[in-house]
Structure formats: C-alpha cells, structure tokens
Nanobody, 124 residues
Framework: QVQLVESGGGLVQAGGSLSLSCAASGGTFSTYAMGWFRQAPGKEREFVGVISSFGGTKYHSDSVKGRFTISRDNVKKTVYLHMNSLRPEDTAVYFC?????????????????WGKGTLVTVSS
C-alpha cells in the first residue's frame, strides 16, 4: 500500500514562489499517475495538476496554468508542484494523490491514496 507525505508548504508573499514535494513509500511508484489537489477554507477540494506514470503527459487546471508545474522523479519516488507568481487565492491545503491513470477529462482517475496535505498561505 502506497503512503504519501507532502512537504514544502508555508507562508509566502504574493508574487513569490514555492515548491511542494510529495514523497511516496510502499507500492510501485512508477506505475501510478500522480496528482495535486487543493482545498481552500470553506471550499471543495479542487484539481490542480496531474502527471502520467513516467512523466510524459501532464495537465494543469486553468486557474494555475502557466504559473504551476507538476513534475516527478521516479528514482526518488517523489512528485513535485512548482508554484510561481503566487496569489492570495492560491491559499489552501495542498494534497497529493496516487491514481491509476489520467482520465478522459484530463484528471487523475482511480485514486487509491491521498496524502494528508500541506498548508500554503499567500499573503497580499
């Protein structure tokens, strides 16, 4: 059973950058598609980005496209979210997830595990 642990969250000023990591243990990391999601206070969890098992395909939500980039390192069993030009509305708890594939809607399908999340706060 794969376990996921996010790190790298914190407080950053608007316009700044932050990189999140999600380290996997157990399971076979290179067989999973991986995704990032976020949940702001009082809002539903929303999709941020997804990357295929070997990293050849990736998609990002419209709200972060051009500012955030998902990547992965299968040797280190880690998926990353590099965030630039951060805005106060990016404030949220960020979760990584492991799934079976990227679905037809360009989202992570077959989610088998969620991490516990890491908080990102962007001050204005």
């Amino acid at each position: 059973q794969v376990q996921l642990v996010e790190s790298g969250g914190g407080l950053v000023q608007a316009g700044g950058s932050l990189s999140l990591s999600c380290a996997a243990s157990g399971g076979t990391f290179s067989t999973y598609a991986m995704g990032w999601f976020r949940q702001a206070p009082g809002k539903e969890r929303e999709f941020v980005g997804v990357i295929s098992s070997f990293g050849g395909t990736k998609y990002h939500s419209d709200s972060v496209k051009g500012r955030f980039t998902i990547s992965r390192d299968n040797v280190k069993k880690t998926v990353y979210l590099h965030m630039n030009s951060l805005r106060p509305e990016d404030t949220a708890v960020y979760f990584c997830a492991a799934g079976t594939t990227i679905g037809v809607q360009r989202r992570l399908d077959g989610i088998i595990k969620w991490g516990k999340g890491t908080l990102v706060t962007v001050s204005s």
